[in-house]
């Protein structure tokens, strides 16, 4: 399948532009950007340097090069975009520069397919203008959010208007003071006999009387400002009834549709964040003397380096295989490879920058090197979009209905 997999002309030059832009504005900066993350005076302020970066980017062209067949992104498929989104996931920063961070992508690729034209007008343009930043509120902190039937928030009919009450959390980009809008799942009909058709999707926005930031929570102490992920409180939230997306009832074919596309792009950011930790490995095993010898010559550095290679280069030939398939089958017929990719791209990138913080030694555990942060970022894939064990459960059911008796 090998020529299935080779890279456009278009997709091509996007890649170089991509790869100089990376080396020439973002990679010199990172540390800066982390600096002024954790010392601005107000933490949840958009970052000056950050923001400039982001109008070179856009005057370059590299913007929402996401959105395949859709006249709002780059007339990228899948399949092209895989390789670009490996690129930018090789920083933190790298995505939002581009526009392409969750959970923007994931919202604007909803807003595309099932929003209003009256909604596309007035959150999608700004989203795709990189104005506005947004959310989405799906898990919820009282009930297991992995059985998305458990979701509970109410959402009831009152004359012209819906009113919400209840609360979410790992809400990620709350904090954001440019988060002016939110995609929240919850339940408009908890008596229908379908449990599948109990949950609607509603358009809230950020400034809504009774919308409450109750704390923004840390992971593994990291708080990810100026993006975040917040605890939020509804109580009494009116919005209009055409601020719900699609129609009542309708929230989890949504959610199918938008957290496809979401788990790839995940895996395909993942992958790149994982060469990237084992181009360091290599590099501080190559240039450390222990016991009168190169570190990286020692045959259990030389087996994991070995490793890595072969478990990154495999878990991008599934990303690869499950681009494809959405691009050719669609989504559905898609879904066993979306779901392991979803496993697999997680387990393996923790697996690699544990071996290269281990080959730091004390600067690995520093944030010198930026691996313990990339560490806690790519753990919470294990459970953010649904945790392993779902996705393990899934697959397992797709490949035992080939073998009915």
Known sequence: MSDIFQLSPKAADYKARLERFMAGHIY????????????????????????????????????????????????????????????????????????CSAPDTGNMEVLVRYGSEAQKERWLKPLLAGEIRSGFAMTEPCVASSDATNISISIKKDGGDYIIDGRKWWTSGAGDKRCKILILMGKTDPDN????????????????????????????????????????????????????????????????????????????????????????????????????????????????????????????????????????????????????????APNMACKVIDWAIQAHGGAGICDDFGLPYDYASIRTLRIADGPDEVHRNQIAKLELRKYQV
């Open 28 to 99: 010199p900066n990172e540390q800066a950007l982390f600096e002024a993350a954790d010392h601005q005076p107000d933490r949840w302020e958009p970052l000056k340097l950050l923001q400039e970066i982001k109008e070179k980017a856009k005057a370059q062209g590299l913007w929402n090069l996401f959105l395949p067949g859709s006249e709002h992104g780059a007339g990228l498929t899948n399949l092209e975009y895989a390789p670009l989104a490996e690129i930018m996931g090789r920083s933190h920063w790298g995505p939002e520069v581009f526009n």
């Open 193 to 344: 006999a379908d449990p599948h058709k109990q949950q609607s999707m509603i358009l809230v926005p950020m400034d809504t009387p009774g919308v409450k930031k109750e704390r923004m929570l840390p992971v593994f102490g990291y708080l990810d400002a100026p993006h975040g992920h917040g605890e939020l409180s509804f109580t009494d939230v009116r919005v209009p009834l055409e601020n719900v997306l699609l129609g009542e009832g309708r929230g989890f074919e949504i959610a199918q549709g938008r957290l496809g596309p979401g788990r790839i792009h995940h895996c395909m950011r993942t992958i790149g964040r994982a060469e990237r930790a084992l181009e360091k490995m290599c590099l501080r095993l190559k240039s450390r003397i222990a016991f009168r010898r190169p570190v990286a010559d020692r045959g259990v550095w030389m087996e994991r380096i070995a490793e890595s290679r072969m478990m990154i280069d495999q878990a991008r030939l599934l990303t690869l295989k499950a681009a494809y398939m959405m691009d050719t089958v669609g989504n559905k017929a898609a879904r066993a490879e979306i779901a392991m990719i979803k496993v697999v």
